[in-house]
């Protein structure tokens, strides 16, 4: 498989993919594995689904649930390769298919259980919480595993060698997305899974990851998408990749 498939924690794993050509990011599917059964955060794309498939299969694990951590084609379109299953993301998981998805491809997916920040799912021995965390994307939601883990969605994102990549929201959702990332560090995770790049684990460094996206979010917010990239990331501790998706007025 060209997949590095990792051990986390106890039956959680992280399956890690390059970057498909022209792209500067890969894509991590996470499995947590109970009693031969497998829940799936996020999809990918149908290639790399279907090799995470071959790789359960051939350990004989049935893949019961799967979790979207937003409803864009490369965490969805994986559900194309993978058997029937209980398919669940947040409740307000529509508001993001008109934007991605022609009227034929939204008929082709299966049915979605709503999850707002109140519902607990229990996979034995885990149990996940979730908050929505609107901003990248409407339906954007942390997932929260023994309230230990949190998979961020893409309010977190790097290359798979862990350099930061630069956050993005339509500048109308910039406000949500900085309040996202606020409450992640409310929570206080010990480790945060990325949907690309690699984990972060501990407070110091959750933190600081978090403060460089929230000053660039807050100049662009400040300045209504007028500032520079340069002005954005002036006060950045550490240099970001993915110039190009600077979120600036001229593109609304």
């Given at each position: 498989m060209d997949v590095n498939r990792t051990l986390v924690a106890d039956g959680l794993y992280q399956y890690q993919f390059p970057p498909n050509e022209g792209e500067m990011y890969g894509f991590n599917l996470y499995a947590l594995l109970s009693k031969k059964q497998a829940l799936l955060i996020d999809t990918a794309y149908e290639q790399q689904?279907?090799?995470?498939?071959a790789d359960l299969v051939a350990n004989d694990y049935t893949i019961e649930h799967i979790l979207i951590s937003h409803f864009h084609p490369d965490h969805v379109s994986g559900l194309k390769a993978l058997p029937t299953a209980t398919v669940w993301g947040s409740d307000q998981y529509a508001l993001s298919l008109d934007d991605y998805y022609s009227s034929q491809a939204q008929q082709s997916l299966p049915p979605v259980q709503g999850l707002s920040n109140s519902f607990v799912l229990e996979f034995h021995?885990?149990?996940?919480?979730?908050?929505?965390a609107p901003g990248h994307s409407?339906?954007?939601?942390?997932?929260?595993i023994d309230n230990r883990y949190i998979h961020v969605a893409d309010n977190l994102m790097a290359t798979n060698d862990g350099t930061p990549l630069l956050p993005w929201a339509p500048l109308d959702q910039v406000e949500n997305h900085i309040q996202s990332l606020q409450l992640l560090k409310?929570?206080?995770?010990?480790?945060?899974l990325?949907?690309?790049?690699?984990?972060?684990?501990?407070?110091l460094a959750i933190h600081a990851a978090i403060d460089d996206r929230i000053k660039y979010l807050q100049v662009v917010w400040e300045t209504n998408g007028e500032a520079t990239f340069e002005e954005a990331t002036a006060h950045c501790s550490r240099p970001f990749v993915g110039k190009g998706w600077h979120i600036s007025s001229s593109e609304q």
């Amino acid at each position: 498989m060209d997949v590095n498939r990792t051990l986390v924690a106890d039956g959680l794993y992280q399956y890690q993919f390059p970057p498909n050509e022209g792209e500067m990011y890969g894509f991590n599917l996470y499995a947590l594995l109970s009693k031969k059964q497998a829940l799936l955060i996020d999809t990918a794309y149908e290639q790399q689904a279907a090799e995470v498939l071959a790789d359960l299969v051939a350990n004989d694990y049935t893949i019961e649930h799967i979790l979207i951590s937003h409803f864009h084609p490369d965490h969805v379109s994986g559900l194309k390769a993978l058997p029937t299953a209980t398919v669940w993301g947040s409740d307000q998981y529509a508001l993001s298919l008109d934007d991605y998805y022609s009227s034929q491809a939204q008929q082709s997916l299966p049915p979605v259980q709503g999850l707002s920040n109140s519902f607990v799912l229990e996979f034995h021995p885990f149990t996940l919480t979730f908050r929505l965390a609107p901003g990248h994307s409407p339906c954007s939601m942390y997932t929260i595993i023994d309230n230990r883990y949190i998979h961020v969605a893409d309010n977190l994102m790097a290359t798979n060698d862990g350099t930061p990549l630069l956050p993005w929201a339509p500048l109308d959702q910039v406000e949500n997305h900085i309040q996202s990332l606020q409450l992640l560090k409310e929570l206080q995770p010990q480790m945060v899974l990325l949907a690309h790049g690699q984990s972060i684990e501990g407070g110091l460094a959750i933190h600081a990851a978090i403060d460089d996206r929230i000053k660039y979010l807050q100049v662009v917010w400040e300045t209504n998408g007028e500032a520079t990239f340069e002005e954005a990331t002036a006060h950045c501790s550490r240099p970001f990749v993915g110039k190009g998706w600077h979120i600036s007025s001229s593109e609304q």
